[in-house]
């Protein structure tokens, strides 16, 4: 016992001395954290866009100016609904459409429930100055005032120099060298880049689509026409035919003799959703946000599972053949025996690995104590559904099954090979193994009975993940005990086994062993 | 006192087809240095691993401390195997340290004697150093201190020499006397004879597999003719007609060329050399220089083993 204590502390200490394992353990929170500051200041960060718009048709043109206004309010909507989570008093992630007990979570559910809607009463009852006036008694008291963003997308004047009565063909070609940046466009003092251009030619209401009609010839530019470079940011193109296509529909109800205060009043009607969970205590059966992420949390912990254990098997395996090829093992084994020697290395690097996880917790937390947002808050809140749930248990035990099963695997691995070279071609098969129930995570959590993830989960070398994967779906308890009989069953099997060749393969030479050797190895009397 | 440390009856060891142990016996006095010499190949490694049990022999017996298993009295043997090497991240007192520790020393206790092994064997200042800085000499120094720091009472030690320069073969020699003096036994394997022949007292020679001989140097010195050199340019057919000459040969040095000027005269076992010097002068053979020596252990060896290493090493 003593001696495996011993030998434990050194793979550990050896381990967690080494840059690499402090790279690893730092690089993963960075990322995140990275990852973080770095959407938050990309979606800041997003110029203004100019355009120039040609109505020739004379038609549209104010349904134009609206739709970018209003693609301006929902901006603002936006953001003020983030400040509003970040800002309000209380943040309650049990919180559910029906039970929004003030206006400003009330705005907040709306937004989420339905953007458009929303937005159309944001606008009917005066946008920001409105909500600021209502939001603020909900507020904390210490916050700064919202700032409002600047408007995105800004109209300029048409060149000088270019005609807007001309024909589309010509004002595109006089317009090309600003599309294409190679001239700027003057906006009074300065100039910029001109991001798009949008062109209602004079006849435009001859190509409105109707069901029934003709598809047009491929090839021809019918409608409105947007150029511009960028093919991703639509928010442009999307806002404006969106609000063209309203326009539309309001002259033809107008044709058509309907009253279109009615038609938006209908449009405009909508039924809620109330998600349910038949397991939960009588007057609890609400599914809150919360109870979303419980249901969708073991991702995570399957993904912390997957990376540790590479990571950890990653040491056991180096450190092994580093004993192998340095012939360190034979003074070690002329002291210990392999046993030993075997359960010494396995519980370090198991400590090693339960450091990495625990230093990512720890930072993860640490960071979201000292940088409070709104969506910082949500994880903490996050977290707390989880810590506070009964996944955790799962994941402690799964964990370690896992480890002991794998590393078994890949300690014997190790053994039997002389260069990590070598070591990499037995190891492939095992990994391939491990990406299955990875690449399955995301269907096992929304079909987690499903009979194929019910009929894999009993695959030992699967079972840890899958039945991680599907813990929160209270999976059947044949399914449970069973597989845990067998994980452990296995587990046993197949630390006994590596035993075995552990005790044969450490002081082997040469190549690693061909199947039919590996099974006299085993047979062997050790 | 009297009861051997280490009894081997009657070892084989078989590899698939490879038979690398072939029946050795051996008795081991508590006290010794006992060198394993033999060609590369010969079973050396082999039969050490037997007796610390790292494999286990085919048939036969190995007693080690008065017990049936090295793995029982595992702490009372030190053993530095062939191949050396150290974990290299490790500071080289950590190291020492950890394998005494492995032996069952405290922690503090452990440290302490590290410190006073690399003190006294001229590596203190290294002592901070990380293994893989060390040269290889070095390192194979640390590898002997880290595998005698426990002071076991049974040292093996697998060609403890090969790879260090003369100055720190010496310090390396030391330390085995040192430890001999401590009433620590030693054996160690080796296939250069001069280390053998000042420290050992007692060898095994051991070729292919099989034993040679074991007992004491004096015994396996015995066992070969001796041998006086002449170098002269006059007739030597007259020395072969002496009693007790049992040849004379040409020295190998000589070129083929030149008539032989050096000769090997071996001698009986009885015979005084002073008879051939007198004869040479009796026979008016002019003598530019006679030397009569004792047979060395290199001499012993090549005696007993040359030609089975000569075709070992040609397969």
Redesign the interface.
């Known amino acids: 016992m003593n001696?495996i204590r011993?030998?434990a502390w050194?793979e550990y200490m050896?381990n967690v001395?080494?840059k690499g394992f402090w790279v690893t353990i730092l690089i993963i929170p960075l990322i995140f954290i990275g990852m973080y500051f770095l959407q938050s200041a990309l979606s800041n960060a997003t110029p203004s866009r100019y355009f120039i718009l040609i109505d020739q048709s004379g038609q549209y043109e104010d349904a134009v100016a609206v739709a970018i206004e209003r693609e301006h309010q929902r901006r603002i909507l936006q953001e003020f609904v983030n400040y509003l989570m970040e800002n309000r008093k209380k943040t309650d992630l049990e919180l559910t459409a029906a039970n929004a007990s003030n206006a400003a979570d009330q705005l907040v559910d709306d937004v989420d429930a339905d953007e458009v809607a929303a937005l159309d009463q944001w606008l009917e009852n005066g946008g920001l100055d409105y909500a600021v006036a209502m939001a603020s008694p909900y507020l904390r008291d210490d916050i700064e005032p919202f700032e409002q963003p600047g408007p995105q997308f800004i109209a300029v004047d048409l060149p000088a120099d270019v005609d807007a009565k001309a024909t589309p063909e010509e004002i595109v070609t006089a317009l090309r060298p600003y599309l294409t940046d190679e001239q700027e466009i003057s906006l009074g003092s300065e100039s910029g880049s001109l991001f798009a251009l949008i062109l209602i030619p004079e006849n435009i209401d001859g190509d409105i689509a109707r069901p029934g009609a003709m598809p047009a010839a491929p090839g021809t530019n019918r409608g409105v026409q947007y150029w511009a470079r960028n093919l991703t940011d639509s928010r442009l193109p999307d806002a404006i035919i969106r609000s063209i296509n309203a326009e539309i529909r309001e002259s033809e109800y107008a044709n058509l003799g309907v009253n279109t205060e009615l038609v938006r009043n209908v449009q405009r009607t909508r039924m809620p959703i109330s998600q349910l969970d038949p397991s939960a205590a009588a007057g609890e059966e609400m599914v809150s946000v919360a109870d979303t992420f419980r249901q969708f949390a073991p991702i995570g912990f399957v993904y912390l599972m997957f990376i540790s254990l590479m990571q950890n098997v990653q040491y056991l395996l180096s450190n092994t053949i580093?004993e192998k090829?340095?012939?360190?093992i034979?003074?070690?084994?002329?002291?210990?025996?392999a046993d030993e020697l075997m359960m010494g290395k396995l519980v370090g690097i198991g400590m090693a690995g339960l450091t990495t996880i625990g230093t990512w917790l720890l930072s993860f937390f640490v960071f979201i104590s000292l940088y409070s947002t709104a969506q910082t808050e949500l994880i903490t809140q996050v977290l707390e559904v989880i810590l506070g749930s009964d996944l955790i248990p799962w994941f402690v035990f799964y964990y370690f099954a896992g480890y002991a099963l794998y590393s078994g695997v890949f300690l014997a691995i190790g053994s039997l090979c002389n260069t990590l070279k070598e070591a990499q071609a037995l190891m492939t098969p095992m990994i391939v193994i491990q990406i299955i129930p990875i690449a399955m995570m995301a269907f096992v959590v929304m079909d987690p009975n499903n009979t194929i993830v019910r009929t894999m989960s009993w695959f030992p070398l699967f079972t840890p993940y899958l039945m991680m994967n599907r813990a929160a779906a209270d999976p059947p308890l044949f399914d449970v005990v069973g597989t845990t009989i067998l994980l452990v069953a296995s587990i046993l099997l197949v630390l006994w086994l590596s035993g075995k060749v552990f005790k044969q393969g450490v002081?082997r030479t040469g190549q690693p062993p061909r199947v039919v050797e590996l099974w006299k190895l085993l047979s062997a009397k050790a | 006192m009297n009861e051997p440390v280490l009894n081997l009856t009657h070892i084989v060891k078989n590899f698939g087809q490879f038979r690398a142990v072939d029946d050795v016996s051996l008795s081991i006095p508590r006290g010794s240095i006992y060198g394993f010499l033999g060609p590369n190949g010969a079973g050396k490694t082999t039969t050490i691993?037997m007796i610390?049990e790292?494999?286990k022999p085919s048939s036969g017996s190995i007693s080690v401390l008065s017990t049936d298993s090295?793995?029982k009295v595992?702490?009372r043997?030190g053993?530095?195997?062939?191949?050396?090497?150290?974990?290299?991240?490790?500071k080289v007192w950590a190291v020492i340290q950890?394998?005494a520790?492995?032996?069952g020393m405290d922690k503090q206790t452990a440290k302490t004697r590290a410190w006073e092994l690399l003190e006294k064997y001229g590596l203190k200042d290294f002592g901070e150093a990380k293994v893989e800085s060390l040269s290889k000499g070095m390192g194979q120094k640390v590898?002997v201190l880290?595998?005698v720091a426990h002071e076991p009472e049974l040292v093996i030690l697998d060609e403890p020499f090969s790879g260090l320069d003369p100055v720190n073969q010496t310090v390396l020699e030391e330390l085995i006397k040192d430890m001999a003096d401590n009433g620590q036994t030693i054996i160690f394997s080796t296939h250069v004879m001069q280390h053998a022949e000042r420290l050992c007292d007692h060898i095994l020679l051991i070729s292919g597999g099989k034993k040679i001989f074991d007992g004491t140097l004096t015994e396996a010195k015995a066992g070969i003719p001796r041998r006086v050199i002449l170098e002269t340019s006059g007739d030597t057919q007259t020395i072969e007609q002496l009693d007790g000459v049992i040849s004379v040969k040409p020295a190998e040095q000589n070129s083929a060329q030149d008539a032989a000027t050096e000769w090997l005269v071996e001698i009986g076992e009885d015979v005084n050399p002073q008879d051939v010097l007198r004869h040479c002068f009796e026979a008016g053979i002019s003598l530019n220089r006679f030397e009569f020596s004792e047979p060395s252990l290199h001499d012993v060896f090549v005696h007993l083993v040359g030609d089975e290493a000569r075709e070992h090493s040609a397969r």
Do not use: C, D, H, W
Not at chain 2, 79 to 90: A, D, N
């Open positions: 001696m011993l030998i050194r050896e001395r080494t580093e090829s340095n012939r360190i034979e003074v070690l084994l002329a002291s210990v025996t002081l | 691993r610390l790292i494999i090295a793995l595992r702490n043997i053993y530095l195997p062939e191949e050396k090497g150290l974990y290299k991240k490790m950890y394998f520790m492995l032996k590898q880290a595998a």
